[in-house]
T-cell receptor
Framework: DQQVKQNSPSLSVQEGRISILNCDYT??????FLWYKKYPAEGPTFLIS?????DKNEDGRFTVFLNKSAKHLSLHIVPSQPGDSAVYFC?????????????FGTGTRLKVLA | KAGVTQTPRYLIKTRGQQVTLSCSPI?????VSWYQQTPGQGLQFLFE???????NKGNFPGRFSGRQFSNSRSEMNVSTLELGDSALYLC?????????????FGQGTRLTVV
């Protein structure tokens, strides 16, 4: 049972346009969400996060939106740049069976076309 | 086996001082992450260490720093304390860096800046 889902395995966007990456979760007890970016042959790099008590967090070109009622979060990248081409993972942090656990989505590969 | 140990549990400091918090991970865990929890901001990611190297860093000013020792114990330092630094500081340990692993949290250090 996948508790964190990224339903789009890939996404292509023109340089300068907005990239929107989506993530859905099933457990309403998650209290923290993170986005990671991963280049080939490298470990994931923390990008941006949001606490469940907020609905938006912005950092430069990156904004994460959280819709708790829909159990949905999204990452917006504006404007998209070729260097943003990578795999993006969303992760949720919360308690499962009494212990905190990271649950990662399966990732979305973003390709920004020059 | 022993869980994640954070010391001290409680701390009161005055503005302008510096503070060092300690975290001993679960035996065998090599990854340590630090979080700040405040009522207004919720849980926020500070940084992550693996094998004595900082792998990820959140959006905190340079006054917040950390390090990890060869035995995986980690310290977090905050210099020139501000009133807004009052928070619960949580440390989490995991076998590997964040990616499909469980992260176990300590009980936290409650820092009060007056």
């Amino acid at each position: 049972d996948q508790q964190v889902k990224q339903n789009s395995p890939s996404l292509s966007v023109q340089e300068g346009r907005i990239s929107i990456l989506n993530c859905d979760y099933t457990n309403s007890m998650f209290d923290y969400f993170l986005w990671y970016k991963k280049y080939p042959a490298e470990g994931p790099t923390f990008l941006i996060s949001i606490s469940s008590i907020k609905d938006k967090n912005e950092d430069g070109r990156f904004t994460v939106f959280l819709n708790k009622s829909a159990k949905h979060l999204s990452l917006h990248i504006v404007p998209s740049q070729p260097g943003d081409s990578a795999v993006y993972f969303c992760a949720a942090l919360g308690t499962t069976s009494g212990t905190y656990k990271y649950i990662f989505g399966t990732g979305t590969r973003l390709k920004v076309l020059a | 086996k022993a869980g994640v140990t954070q010391t001290p549990r409680y701390l009161i400091k005055t503005r302008g001082q510096q503070v060092t918090l300690s975290c001993s991970p679960i035996s065998g865990h090599r990854s340590v992450s630090w979080y700040q929890q405040t009522p207004g901001q919720g849980l926020q990611f500070l940084f992550e260490y693996f094998s004595e190297t900082q792998r990820n860093k959140g959006n905190f000013p340079g006054r917040f720093s950390g390090r990890q020792f060869s035995n995986s114990r980690s310290e977090m330092n905050v210099s020139t304390l501000e009133l807004g630094d009052s928070a619960l500081y949580l440390c989490a340990s995991s076998l590997e860096p964040t990616m499909n692993t469980e992260a176990f949290f300590g009980q936290g250090t409650r820092l009060t800046v007056v």
